[in-house]
């Protein structure tokens, strides 16, 4: 049975370079946005029982999309209902997967709630920072999140505990398990305004010197130390001095390995940060894709380590 006869009003070769925020991206072959819960977990079963591959996307902030597109369908979607339970000095937020990021968090800082202030600026919506577990000022998502509705690989409703989420340095177990995210509580808690504000603020501070390039935010992730016997810090003693929460910042390796302002056509390793990579206009996802393996490929030679992408790629 084809797809369309079960989501007639999917639509067809829909160009997804206007859905990511990088602007890259060919044709998803099916385009459907869900509008409430009940069209998301239709369109996901109606791809299921095509069998039909399917993608879902948010707000395609972390995204770098094929020049050739997708071969299947791609669900976008955009519900975003809330409600809220207060309890003596907490807030318990639960907010539809398809609520902007940023629009929780200015509700809770001005509700003078605290636990996701450190967040402001991160594009997109809640589904993808949960699945990403999004973070920025060395905290992330997995600290307020607790419990999360997902549809189940066997499309059964499911609500798991934070635990059950498998939440780690900017990953879950969503991908893993084959689910997809509903719904997301949060747990926040009261605080004094000007603590609130100092984080919201510093947050402030990070987009105000980010690119103003398309990017889809850092390429790479961070590397994370190997407990007392790290390997790298055993080679390059001198990276010591980096390290930040039992990490090190890859821009630092990225710019010693000499890839700082590196071009491949319209893609470039941002000079003001070289864990962004920007489209500095007419970027195909393949001139990036380039780039990126040229950056790995490099920080490998000089320091014998792998760098992990944190941009998620479709069709590639
Ligand atoms: C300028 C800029 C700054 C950024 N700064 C930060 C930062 O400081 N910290 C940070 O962590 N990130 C940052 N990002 C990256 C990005 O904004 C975050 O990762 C964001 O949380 C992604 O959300 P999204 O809705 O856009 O997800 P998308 O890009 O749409 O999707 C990302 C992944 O999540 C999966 N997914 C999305 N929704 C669901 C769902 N409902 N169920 C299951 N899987 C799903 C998708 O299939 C995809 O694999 C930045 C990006 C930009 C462009």
């Keep these: 049975m084809s797809l369309l006869s079960k989501l007639s009003n999917a639509r067809q070769k829909i160009e997804l370079k206007n859905h990511t925020t990088f602007r890259i991206g060919g044709p998803a072959k099916y385009f459907f946005v869900a509008q409430s819960q009940e069209d998301f977990i239709k369109a996901v079963r109606a791809a299921k029982e095509a069998e039909t591959p399917f993608y879902l996307l948010g707000g395609g902030s972390n995204m770098l999309v094929a020049d050739e597109g997708f071969e299947g369908l791609v669900i976008k979607y955009n519900f975003s209902a809330q409600h809220e339970k207060k309890k003596s000095e907490e807030l318990e937020l639960t907010v539809e997967a398809g ?119 850092c390429a790479f992730k961070n590397y994370k130390l190997n407990g007392e016997d790290d390997e790298l810090l055993k080679n390059h003693p001198e990276l010591k001095e980096r390290v930040r929460g039992g990490k090190i910042g890859v821009g630092y390796l990225i710019d010693q390995a000499g890839m700082k302002g590196k071009k491949v056509g319209g893609a470039q390793v941002w000079e003001g940060h070289a864990n962004y990579v920007i489209n500095t206009g007419g970027a195909t996802g393949q001139e990036v894709k380039t780039l990126m393996d040229n950056v790995v490929e490099a920080v490998g030679e000089k320091y014998g380590t792998l760098l992990e992408p944190e941009v998620r790629l479709l069709g590639f």
């Design 99 to 217: 609520t902007l990021f940023n629009k929780v968090i200015l509700g809770a800082v001005k509700a003078g709630y605290s636990g996701i202030e450190w967040g402001f600026g991160i594009p997109g919506t809640i589904g993808g920072a949960v699945f990403g577990n999004a973070g920025r000022l060395g905290q992330d998502i997995s600290g307020a999140v607790k419990a999360v509705k997902v549809l189940d690989k066997n499309l059964n409703e499911q609500v798991l505990t934070q635990k059950e989420c498998g939440f780690g340095y900017r990953e879950s177990g969503f991908l893993k398990a084959g689910a997809t995210i509903l719904e997301v509580t949060l747990r926040l808690a009261e605080k004094n305004r000007e603590e609130i504000d100092k984080t919201f603020n510093e947050a402030r501070e990070v987009i105000l010197h980010g690119p103003k390039f398309p990017s889809a935010g």
